[in-house]
T-cell receptor, first 111, second 114 residues
Framework: DQQVKQNSPSLSVQEGRISILNCDYT??????FLWYKKYPAEGPTFLIS?????DKNEDGRFTVFLNKSAKHLSLHIVPSQPGDSAVYFC??????????FGKGMKLTVNP | DTGVSQDPRHKITKRGQNVTFRCDPI?????LYWYRQTLGQGPEFLTY????????KSRLLSDRFSAERPKGSFSTLEIQRTEQGDSAMYLC????????????FGPGTRLLVL
């Protein structure tokens, strides 16, 4: 039972354009959401997070939007850069200390 | 401030052997987590410590797996009688304060069981 879903396995965008990565969740207990970026053979690197009391959080080129009624969040990267090419994981927490991750989405930013 | 470190980074072993991995969290982080990641999947929670106390264990953590954090600093994860299905990336994460939910991950230990 996948509580956090990233339904698109990959996304390809042109450098300078916007990248939009989507994530859906099913567990109403989740109250904190995070995005991690992962390069091959490395651990996940924290990017940005959002609490359920907010609907938007921005950090430089990265913005996360949360729609609680739809149980949906998205990560916007503007402008996208080739160095952003990696696998991105959505994760959620609530009711316990553990993070529940999606399967990840591979982003490729073409020069 | 150094990040989370893990040792070894890679381990190849034969089926049936025991392996042990070490994780050093960020200094003064009192909570430490172990996750496992297999190909095409996101990390899956295994267990978590607050200081030296192991507070939660996943059903994924069979009786062949044991984790310790004896002095509330570094942690070890041991797998006994390894099986080919144990091949995965083992990730350690830490965070520092109650209410701070962001977990910071180490580089992982890649295990291959032949």
């Amino acid at each position: 039972d996948q509580q956090v879903k990233q339904n698109s396995p990959s996304l390809s965008v042109q450098e300078g354009r916007i990248s939009i990565l989507n994530c859906d969740y099913t567990n109403s207990m989740f109250d904190y959401f995070l995005w991690y970026k992962k390069y091959p053979a490395e651990g996940p690197t924290f990017l940005i997070s959002i609490s359920s009391i907010k609907d938007k959080n921005e950090d430089g080129r990265f913005t996360v939007f949360l729609n609680k009624s739809a149980k949906h969040l998205s990560l916007h990267i503007v402008p996208s850069q080739p160095g952003d090419s990696a696998v991105y994981f959505c994760a959620a927490e609530g009711g316990s200390e553990k993070l529940v991750f999606g399967k990840g989405m591979k982003l490729t930013v073409n020069p | 401030d150094t990040g989370v470190s893990q040792d070894p980074r890679h381990k190849i072993t034969k089926r049936g052997q025991n392996v042990t991995f070490r994780c050093d969290p960020i200094s003064e982080h009192n909570r430490l987590y172990w996750y496992r990641q297999t190909l095409g999947q996101g990390p899956e929670f295994l267990t978590y410590f607050q200081n030296e106390a192991q507070l939660e264990k996943s059903r994924l953590l069979s009786d062949r797996f044991s984790a310790e954090r004896p002095k509330g600093s570094f942690s070890t994860l041991e797998i006994q009688r390894t099986e080919q299905g144990d091949s995965a990336m083992y990730l350690c994460a830490s965070n520092g304060r109650l209410g701070q939910e962001t977990q910071y991950f180490g580089p992982g230990t890649r295990l291959l069981v032949l």
